[in-house]
């Protein structure tokens, strides 16, 4: 496609609440489109012929005429394009990483400026929230009829599974999801922030719209623990869905990583987001109030520990990073916004010793400096320790997000399930389906940590084979 | 009613009480060693407890628990009929019951009751079951006759004297390794001074020593390593790989030193939780 003769406008830009006034709350930091910016901004969309940006979407949303349709004002008509493969846009216009999806292939990017897709995806799914539930979901205002003998069971309530149980039941079966925790959407809830994804506005309404399509939701079981494969089977499902994530942390196997005020990401957030220990002792669970902070690690989940850490009343945050900043695999936006509210970053710098006060608590991170060597596997320039470089950070709360692996709960109770080397489920590319018939998996218990979206992708094409094998009528 | 109290009964008036609560799905793969984490109410907080024990047919299960903060403070003011809002399990890795001899049960506090449905499990499976159970008195002393049921010895040491031996566990303890070449196993559940000081008495016999860890949890399945715990100079989380691991290997000071970690926090939630009722009741 030859260049536009028209300039490009520059994107409209999101209003979000100011560093200063945010990082004393936990309300969601970017505030959204008016309908007037979204109207604007859906008017850049080129209406490519062969969109770049639809292959970009891991769950292929027709992007280009959700767009038109929201040029032309008509939400609703947007949303259901939409909903034909995305049953949570609320959630994934807030937390993909457009920029290396979506967005990155449009090709108004070869300009710095791609679509806001995100944003618009964001903002229809916003303004048609508060209408009908089955609409909602499946982008169609009438429920299907859900077969009760079609029953499928998903395990977990993250992104996956909630991905499979919107398809299965917008195609006639009756779903039941088991979640292990007291509440719905697995990350959604425990992981990701109130200031990045609000919990009673927008993930329990995308999974009460579930409900609606007569999806049960069983809360504190345990797959692995209260109930096995086989009992699933022998209680008349047909299939089942493996979607339990890979919420087991990694530590950074350093001296002194057991002392008090030390904790893994998944700790911090757990207590902050599902605890809603923010609000201690109004809520029962408590959580250590930092003033010196430091995080380890250099992706989304250390950036939303370390802007917790903030809205917590730290006098200082640090983000410890053995590479640069602009290696780092959190999003840009993020890290921005991290640094916009006061978090500093130190680069070049890797975990030594966590070091103990007199009260026996954390009082200093001895750190490593680095420098970047030859590239590595990953064509990274690999960071190599400065001999007898050490720094020490006064420090009393340490948060360690270097990354999950395979939860063994489920796993080890289920040996025919075949994994792979890597201790994940080992799974049909095409299908999703395990090594056990009729039961598939997807999301991070297949690929290990990754994305919401490509969650999304996986338990969307798992639910597409489990439809056909119980006999509902699949789009292609 | 699925997680409905059906039985209360205050074992220490104001101190320990004991539930039979209506759990069907839990009670039906719950063994030995297993526990729960259960949220009394909403803005409630994951606790863990051991399962004291089940009643497959039935469909219960039973807990008992010493009021300690804010949370079990909440749980006291349940009645029979009322239901706990959220449980979860069963959870952690049963027992391991090895057979063929004599199993001495060590059981301090509210341990006894955790160490009971331990002690019931090795019983069951053939082995001579030893209780030994201690409490600062008379009064404090649990579960001596469900105790009697099924184990043909079971000995008890008072700190006052006011009750069989004038002493403490480890003393009945050391006397019968010394007297008996049989013992496979030595069990511990208790408060962690206890556990520590059962793990130093086998020592020099070279008994095989298990003892359940009572770390601080919040998801208790595996997510977060709020319970991590040092055994054999490994990390491991005790919400997973335990709560049980040989008590020659743990290191019991770690262990000490994270459950004070949120002490302070503790002690404001419940003098918060005070200061409410006390408004309630104005």
């Known amino acids: 496609m030859k260049a536009s003769k028209k300039p490009v406008l520059p994107r409209v830009p999101m209003p979000n609440q100011p560093p200063a006034e945010r990082v004393r709350n936990f309300d969601e930091v970017a505030l959204g489109y008016t309908p007037e ?58 937390v993909c990483p457009q920029e290396s999806q979506c967005e990155g292939a449009c090709i108004l990017q070869a300009k710095g400026q791609p679509v806001a897709i995100g944003r618009l995806e964001r903002f229809v799914a916003d303004e048609y929230m508060h209408r009908d539930a089955c609409g909602l979901i499946t982008g169609k205002p009438e429920c299907p009829y859900i077969d009760p003998e079609k029953k499928v069971a998903c395990i977990g309530s993250g992104p996956a599974s909630l991905t499979a149980a919107g398809y299965l039941a917008a195609h006639g079966c009756k779903v039941t999801v088991f979640e292990a925790l007291h509440e719905l959407g697995g990350v959604l809830v425990y992981g990701i922030p109130e200031f990045r994804l609000p919990k009673e506005k927008i993930v329990a309404k995308e999974v009460n719209a579930l409900r609606e399509l ?63 220990a923010y609000s201690f002792p109004e809520y029962d669970t408590p959580i250590i109030r930092g003033r010196r902070v430091t995080v380890f690690g250099g992706g989304n989940v250390a950036m939303d520990a370390a802007r917790t850490a903030m809205r ?33 970053v130190a680069e070049l710098c890797g975990p030594l010793e966590f070091r103990a006060g007199e009260n026996g608590s954390l009082a200093a991170v001895v750190l490593q400096k680095m420098e970047l060597g030859e590239p590595d596997e990953s064509g990274r320039r690999r960071p190599v320790a400065v001999q007898g470089a050490t720094v020490e950070l006064p420090t009393d709360l340490a948060v360690i997000a270097v990354g999950t692996r395979s939860n063994p709960v489920l796993l080890e109770n289920e040996p025919e399930l075949k994994l792979t080397g890597r201790g994940y489920v080992s799974v049909d590319e095409e299908t999703g389906e395990t090594s056990m018939p009729g039961v598939y998996a997807g999301g991070d218990i297949v690929t290990g940590a990754a994305t919401v979206i490509l969650a999304m992708g996986a338990g969307r094409r798992a639910a ?13 | 009613m699925s997680n409905m109290i059906l039985k209360k009964e205050q074992l220490i008036p104001g101190q320990t009480s004991k539930l039979v609560i209506d759990a069907p799905h839990i009670a039906a793969k719950a063994e030995p060693g297993s526990f729960i984490i259960l949220r009394v109410c909403e803005h409630g907080e994951r606790i863990p407890l051991t399962i ?7 469909g219960t299960i039973t807990i008992v628990y ?15 009929g009322d239901s706990i809002l959220d449980l979860c399990g069963p959870l952690g890795r049963p027992t391991h019951i090895s057979s063929g001899g004599t199993v001495i049960c060590v059981g301090g506090g509210t341990g006894i009751a955790a160490m009971h449905h331990i002690a019931k499990g090795h019983h069951n499976a053939g082995n001579h079951v030893v209780a030994i159970i201690g409490a600062r008195n008379k009064e404090l002393l649990l579960f001596e006759n469900e105790l009697k049921a099924f ?33 496979i196993e030595v069990v511990a559940v208790g408060p962690v001074p206890m556990m520590e000081a059962v793990a130093a008495t086998t020592r020099p016999f070279g008994v095989k020593t298990t003892v359940s860890l009572n770390s601080i949890m919040v998801d208790g399945i595996g997510m977060c390593g709020a319970c991590r715990v040092t055994v054999g100079n490994e990390t491991r989380f005790a919400c997973v790989d335990g709560p049980e691991f040989d008590g020659h290997q743990v290191d019991f000071a770690e262990l000490r030193q994270r459950l004070n970690a949120f002490r302070p926090l503790e002690r404001e939630s419940y003098d918060h939780h005070c200061r409410c009722k006390c408004h309630e009741s104005k």
Request: proline share 4%; hydrophobic share 35%; net charge neutral.
């Open chain 1, 37 to 94: 910016m979204a109207r604007q901004e859906a008017g850049r969309c080129l209406q490519c012929k062969k969109p770049r940006c639809v292959k970009g979407c891991p769950v292929e949303v027709p992007i280009p005429q959700f767009i038109a349709a929201l040029a032309q004002g008509d939400v609703e008509h947007a949303y259901r394009i939409i909903k034909t493969t995305n049953s949570l846009p609320a959630v994934c216009g807030r």
């Open chain 1, 214 to 276: 007569q999806v049960e939701f069983v809360r504190n079981r345990v797959g692995g623990k209260t109930f096995s494969i086989s009992d699933l089977f022998a209680q008349g499902y047909k299939a089942v869905f493996i979607g339990v994530g890979a919420g087991l942390p990694r530590f950074l196997g350093v001296p002194g990583e057991n002392l008090n005020g030390v904790f893994s990401a998944n700790e911090y957030l757990t207590r902050v987001n599902l605890g809603r």
């Open chain 2, 66 to 80: 010493l009021v300690l903060g804010k949370s079990t403070a909440l749980l006291e003011e349940l009645n029979e």
């Open chain 2, 151 to 183: 184990a043909p010895e079971v000995l008890v040491s008072t700190d006052d004297g006011s009750y069989g031996h004038k002493g403490l566990v480890t003393d009945l303890l050391r006397r019968r390794l010394e007297q008996d070449n049989n013992v």
């Open chain 2, 52 to 58: 004291a024990d089940t009643d497959r047919e039935k």
């Open chain 1, 464 to 476: 597409k084979h489990i439809a056909r094998s119980l006999g509902c009528a699949v789009e292609d």
């Open chain 1, 312 to 344: 917590l009343g730290a006098e200082s945050v640090h983000i410890v990073y053995r590479r640069t900043q602009a290696e780092m695999p959190a999003r840009h936006e993020e890290v921005e916004h991290a640094i916009e509210e006061g978090v500093q």
